[in-house]
C-alpha cells in the first residue's frame, strides 16, 4: 500500500534502506557470512563464463553486476539484451553459467532466452522478485530480491535490490574461491552503510526537487554522462528520466560524448555528470568542461572524496564496488520530480506496462 504517498515510486524509493537491510538479513549470518545454496556457489566457480540476461532496468543492473562479479570472482561476464540475445546468440563459453535478471520474472524476452538455454542442457539461476514467477519456476536456481512488491512502473527498488543480490552473490563465489579481493570485503557491513548513505540522500530531496524545478523545466532533452560504473548508471538514470517525464534523455559513456553525439549539445542543455570513481573523476570532469564550453549547463553528482565546491549534489562515500547504490538515488528523485513538475502520472507513463509479456 501506498499509504500517505502521493505515488507508489516515492514510496518503493523510499523502501530502499530497508530493502538493503533486509537482503543483509536474508543472505548473511550474524558472523556475516553470506548464505546462498551450496549448489549455486558450486555451479558458478566451476563455470568459465557468466552470461546476464535481462531487458530495461534489470539490463542496466546487469553491468553494475558484472562489474562487481568479475572482481570479486575472476569469471569473465557477458551482459546481453534478452530480445538480442535469442535471436543472435553469441559463440559460448565451453562451461556457460546463465543469470536471469528479471523484477517481475515474466518478462517474455527474457523467458525465450530461457527456453533455449534449458534445450540445450545449460545451467541458469534467475534473480527476481516474484517467488513462483514463470523465469523463477523454469531456471535451475533461484534468488530473491525481497524488495516487496514493486507497482510503479518505473522500476527503483527492484535496481538496488538486484545490484545488491548480485554482490552478495560474487563475495559467495568470490569467497569459494579464496579471492583476496573477496575474502576483504564485509558485504553486511558494507550494504548496512548503504542503507543510511541511501536514507541520508531521501532526507535531502527537496534539495533535488528545487534543483531538478531549475535544470529541467522546460528542457527538451537531457544527458547522463560518466566512465565505468557511472556510465552503467547514466544508462539507467537516462531510461528512468526518459520513461516517465518524456524528457529524451540519453546516457553516455562520458569520454564517447566528443566522437559524435556532442554535436547535439545546445545552450543550456542539461547535462548530468555521475563521478564517483578516483580513476576516471579528472576525466569525466574533462569532458564536462567540453560540454560546458558548448553552452551545456553542468549537473554534477559525486561522491564527497571527489567533490568539487561546485558540484551540485554530493554523496557521502561507500564501498567503491558498490557506489551505484547511491549514485543511482538522486538520479531517481530526479525522475520523479521532473514528471511531477510536468504534471505527468508519475507511476503510469504512456504506452507502457509493468511487466512486458510480449517479445
Ligand atoms: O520485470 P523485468 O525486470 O524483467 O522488467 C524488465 C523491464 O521491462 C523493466 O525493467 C522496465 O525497463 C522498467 N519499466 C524500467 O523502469
Same mark, same amino acid.
Request: overall charge negative.
Given at each position: 500500500e501506498k499509504g500517505a504517498y502521493p505515488y507508489y515510486m516515492l514510496k518503493e524509493i523510499d523502501d530502499q534502506p530497508a530493502v538493503m537491510r533486509r537482503i543483509v538479513q536474508e543472505y548473511t549470518d550474524t558472523l556475516g557470512r553470506t548464505v546462498i545454496d551450496e549448489d549455486i556457489i558450486k555451479q558458478i566457480t566451476a563455470s568459465d563464463r557468466i552470461y546476464v540476461i535481462a531487458c530495461g532496468t534489470s539490463y542496466n543492473a546487469g553491468w553494475v553486476g558484472k562489474a562487481i562479479l568479475e572482481k570479486m570472482t575472476n569469471i569473465p561476464v557477458e551482459v546481453h539484451l534478452s530480445s538480442e540475445f535469442g535471436y543472435n546468440?553469441?559463440?559460448?563459453?565451453?562451461n556457460p553459467f546463465f543469470i536471469f535478471l528479471s &523484477?517481475?520474472?515474466?518478462?517474455a524476452d527474457s523467458r525465450q532466452v530461457l527456453v533455449q538455454t534449458s534445450e540445450l542442457g545449460l545451467p541458469s539461476l534467475t534473480l527476481t522478485n /516474484? @517467488?513462483?514467477?514463470t523465469l523463477s519456476r523454469e531456471a535451475d536456481y533461484t534468488l530473491l530480491?525481497? @524488495?516487496?512488491?514493486?507497482?510503479? /512502473? @518505473?522500476?527503483?527498488k527492484a535496481y538496488t535490490a538486484q545490484i545488491a543480490v548480485l554482490a552478495v552473490l560474487a563475495k559467495a563465489v568470490g569467497d569459494s574461491k579464496a579471492n583476496p579481493s573477496s575474502l576483504d570485503f564485509d558485504i553486511a557491513h558494507e550494504l548496512s552503510v548503504i542503507a543510511t548513505v541511501i536514507e541520508s540522500i531521501i532526507a535531502e530531496k527537496m534539495t533535488i526537487s528545487q534543483l531538478v524545478e531549475d535544470?529541467? @523545466?522546460?528542457?527538451r532533452n537531457a544527458f547522463y554522462i560518466g566512465r565505468g560504473v557511472d556510465y552503467y548508471v547514466s544508462m539507467e538514470a537516462s531510461l528512468k528520466l526518459k520513461e516517465i517525464?518524456?524528457? &529524451?534523455a540519453e546516457g553516455f559513456a562520458a569520454g564517447e560524448l566528443?566522437?559524435?553525439?556532442?554535436?547535439?549539445?545546445?545552450?543550456?542543455?542539461p547535462v548530468f555528470g555521475v563521478i564517483t570513481d578516483k580513476k576516471t573523476a579528472a576525466h569525466t570532469r574533462g569532458n564536462l568542461k567540453e560540454v560546458e564550453s558548448r553552452g551545456a549547463r553542468n549537473f554534477v553528482i559525486a561522491l564527497s572524496s571527489l567533490a568539487?565546491?561546485?558540484?551540485q549534489f554530493v554523496i557521502p562515500d561507500v564501498h567503491p564496488l558498490l557506489t551505484a547504490l547511491v549514485s543511482i538515488i538522486p538520479t531517481q528523485l530526479i525522475a520523479y520530480f521532473a514528471t511531477l513538475q510536468r504534471g505527468y502520472d508519475v507511476d503510469k507513463p504512456r504506452n507502457l506496462a509493468k511487466s512486458v509479456t510480449v517479445e
Amino acid at each position: 500500500e501506498k499509504g500517505a504517498y502521493p505515488y507508489y515510486m516515492l514510496k518503493e524509493i523510499d523502501d530502499q534502506p530497508a530493502v538493503m537491510r533486509r537482503i543483509v538479513q536474508e543472505y548473511t549470518d550474524t558472523l556475516g557470512r553470506t548464505v546462498i545454496d551450496e549448489d549455486i556457489i558450486k555451479q558458478i566457480t566451476a563455470s568459465d563464463r557468466i552470461y546476464v540476461i535481462a531487458c530495461g532496468t534489470s539490463y542496466n543492473a546487469g553491468w553494475v553486476g558484472k562489474a562487481i562479479l568479475e572482481k570479486m570472482t575472476n569469471i569473465p561476464v557477458e551482459v546481453h539484451l534478452s530480445s538480442e540475445f535469442g535471436y543472435n546468440m553469441p559463440l559460448l563459453s565451453d562451461n556457460p553459467f546463465f543469470i536471469f535478471l528479471s &523484477q517481475s520474472g515474466e518478462t517474455a524476452d527474457s523467458r525465450q532466452v530461457l527456453v533455449q538455454t534449458s534445450e540445450l542442457g545449460l545451467p541458469s539461476l534467475t534473480l527476481t522478485n /516474484v @517467488a513462483g514467477s514463470t523465469l523463477s519456476r523454469e531456471a535451475d536456481y533461484t534468488l530473491l530480491l525481497h @524488495a516487496g512488491p514493486e507497482i510503479a /512502473v @518505473a522500476s527503483t527498488k527492484a535496481y538496488t535490490a538486484q545490484i545488491a543480490v548480485l554482490a552478495v552473490l560474487a563475495k559467495a563465489v568470490g569467497d569459494s574461491k579464496a579471492n583476496p579481493s573477496s575474502l576483504d570485503f564485509d558485504i553486511a557491513h558494507e550494504l548496512s552503510v548503504i542503507a543510511t548513505v541511501i536514507e541520508s540522500i531521501i532526507a535531502e530531496k527537496m534539495t533535488i526537487s528545487q534543483l531538478v524545478e531549475d535544470y529541467l @523545466a522546460t528542457t527538451r532533452n537531457a544527458f547522463y554522462i560518466g566512465r565505468g560504473v557511472d556510465y552503467y548508471v547514466s544508462m539507467e538514470a537516462s531510461l528512468k528520466l526518459k520513461e516517465i517525464s518524456y524528457i &529524451q534523455a540519453e546516457g553516455f559513456a562520458a569520454g564517447e560524448l566528443k566522437h559524435g553525439t556532442i554535436a547535439l549539445i545546445e545552450e543550456m542543455t542539461p547535462v548530468f555528470g555521475v563521478i564517483t570513481d578516483k580513476k576516471t573523476a579528472a576525466h569525466t570532469r574533462g569532458n564536462l568542461k567540453e560540454v560546458e564550453s558548448r553552452g551545456a549547463r553542468n549537473f554534477v553528482i559525486a561522491l564527497s572524496s571527489l567533490a568539487k565546491e561546485t558540484d551540485q549534489f554530493v554523496i557521502p562515500d561507500v564501498h567503491p564496488l558498490l557506489t551505484a547504490l547511491v549514485s543511482i538515488i538522486p538520479t531517481q528523485l530526479i525522475a520523479y520530480f521532473a514528471t511531477l513538475q510536468r504534471g505527468y502520472d508519475v507511476d503510469k507513463p504512456r504506452n507502457l506496462a509493468k511487466s512486458v509479456t510480449v517479445e
